[in-house]
């Protein structure tokens, strides 16, 4: 574990790799919650869920425990305490927490969006041909992807795409790995139209688009999004800002949490928007509801 932070220290990619992968091997089966507060500290998003599930077998409240939580930090204990206390009580929890992850649907906002495609990102005098994840094909100035966003630059980049404005037949290829509508979607706000599309999508497409616009750095597409996300009727879209650490869109989707009927979720199957939710998030956001409702009673 030391090696993994001195990889991490110094960004040293391949032995990140190499030890992320040794530190969910059976050999540290017996170091459950120590693998589990490893993960946390280091930033391990799929190692955290599955070194979750083991470090639930055990009680971190347990005094012989405690040497493998030095480094957790209060809400990883009590995410593991609660999935701690679940697996006694596998009655209580919701449907939807229950399923192995193995088998949990793939967020909407991961998944594909369909779209007309617009003539302006198939122009035949661009400079820059653009697969996505589903084959789809664009054709766009890359100047403008370039400007909107260091990601993209990159990326434009290291495909080998051409620097210097060409003709259609001299276009180069760089393969954007997000899907066909979910890159459209993006290309309204790279490109300067004027003003910012209408969001009419759906809340699920939004946070589609916005999940990308947030991994991809697209500053453009970021603002306008965000402020539509916030907005009452929306109030389902709790779980993506909190999985994207976005603590101040996280605590107004919470207000508007706690006036919808959050409870209601407690013993039935949990809709999709919350079953990402982290289960600190879950709990917080159930919390807050209640003391919002003693307040009003006093």
């Keep these: 574990m030391e090696l993994g932070r001195a990889a991490d220290k110094w960004q040293i990619e391949v032995a990140l790799w190499i030890l992320r992968r040794e530190v969910m091997s059976p050999r540290f089966d017996h170091l459950p919650l120590r693998v589990y507060t490893f993960c946390c500290e280091m930033d391990f998003e799929d190692e955290i869920e599955l070194s979750a599930s083991k470090a639930s077998l055990s009680d971190p ?11 957790s930090s209060a809400l990883d204990l009590i995410r593991i305490v609660m999935m701690h206390d ?22 909407a906002w991961h998944q594909p969006i369909l ?29 403008f992807l370039r400007e909107a966003s260091p990601r993209l630059a990159d990326l ?42 209408r969001t009419e999508q759906s809340t699920d497409e939004l946070m589609a688009v916005l999940w990308a616009a947030h991994v991809w750095k697209i500053e453009a597409a970021l603002r306008p999004l965000r402020a539509a996300i916030i907005s009452p009727e929306r109030v389902s879209s709790d779980a993506m800002p909190s999985a994207a650490a976005w603590s101040s869109i996280r605590k107004e989707k919470s207000l508007q ?7 209601q979720y407690t013993t039935t199957r ?24 003693q307040l009003r009673l006093r």
């Design 61 to 71: 409240r347990d005094p012989c425990r405690r040497d493998q939580i030095g480094n």
């Design 86 to 107: 679940a697996v006694k009580k596998p009655a209580n929890l919701p449907e939807a927490l229950k399923r192995n992850d193995a088998t949990r649907p793939v967020p």
């Design 115 to 143: 779209y007309a495609w617009d003539p302006l990102f198939k122009r035949n005098d661009a400079d820059l041909v653009v697969k996505s994840s589903d084959g789809v094909e664009f054709r766009v100035f890359s100047l």
């Design 156 to 197: 434009i980049t290291t495909s080998g795409a051409s620097t210097l404005p060409t003709n259609a037949s001299c276009a180069k290829t760089m393969e954007w790995p997000e899907h066909a509508g979910t890159i459209q979607a993006l290309l309204r706000y790279i490109y300067p139209l004027g003003e910012h599309p």
């Design 257 to 263: 949490c706690m006036r919808s009927r959050l409870t």
């Design 270 to 293: 949990l809709p999709i928007s919350l079953v990402y939710l982290p289960w600190i998030g879950f709990t917080l956001l159930t919390k807050e509801r209640g003391a919002l409702l």
